[in-house]
């Protein structure tokens, strides 16, 4: 069994978007051509609570893509995105949502961040997808999606760390590339034994 991961293919990560990723908007033709290919298909979705940790709006003297130390280790300070109810969080409007099998939402705890489909940004707490794979006889995942070297990257490492076979359509991706982001992403998806296409 094979189920395709579509990654955060939201209206903040596509042009126009409070985090826009260049070209976001030209992969969703192709991710919903992808779809029929799959036993099943899961989309992960970006879901903050206003107000979020990772936002650079509730850090005094901090500006967008800052890094700064939270208790699980360094973060990313992002501008407000994906804030859970608003436009900006609804998936684009022209992703194929209704052949979903299961919708993940992952950053809705305020303390921390969550780029993994599988486990919040500390790595220990889990978003429930594992057990979800595992009791529909998944073992191969393929991942598409937003961004490349942020959400699908990680969600690539762990579903190889936690035994998955597991590849990424790079043509079906696209990436913010924040310093060097980009190389450091295909190094680790690499090191872990991810098939990145």
């Known amino acids: 069994m094979h189920a395709l991961l579509v990654i955060d293919v939201q209206n903040d990560f596509c042009p126009g978007g409070a985090l826009a990723v260049a070209g976001g908007d030209e992969i969703v033709a192709g991710i919903n051509a992808f779809m029929g290919q799959f036993d099943a298909v ?16 509730v850090h005094d003297g901090k500006a967008p893509y800052d890094m700064i130390e939270m ?12 804030t859970q109810g608003t436009e900006g969080a609804a998936f684009h409007p022209l992703l194929k949502t209704d052949c979903a099998d299961l919708i993940i939402r ?16 500390d790595h220990k ?22 961004a490349l070297d942020f959400c699908v ?38 090191g872990a034994g991810v098939a990145v296409d």
């Open 106 to 121: 992952k950053g809705y705890n305020p303390a921390i961040d969550s780029y993994s489909a599988f486990f919040e940004n």
């Open 42 to 57: 899961i989309l992960t979705q970006d879901w903050h609570p206003a107000g979020h940790s990772s936002f650079a709006s």
């Open 125 to 146: 707490t889990p978003t429930g997808l594992e057990g979800y794979l595992r009791t529909r006889g998944i073992k191969e995942v393929t991942l598409v999606g937003l």
């Open 153 to 190: 990257n990680f969600s690539a490492v762990d579903a190889a760390q936690l035994g998955f076979k597991t590849h990424v359509r790079t043509e079906l991706c696209r990436a913010i590339d924040l310093n060097g982001s980009l190389t450091e992403a295909t190094n680790a998806m690499a």
């Open 71 to 82: 208790p699980y280790g360094a973060q990313v300070l992002w501008p407000d995105h994906c």
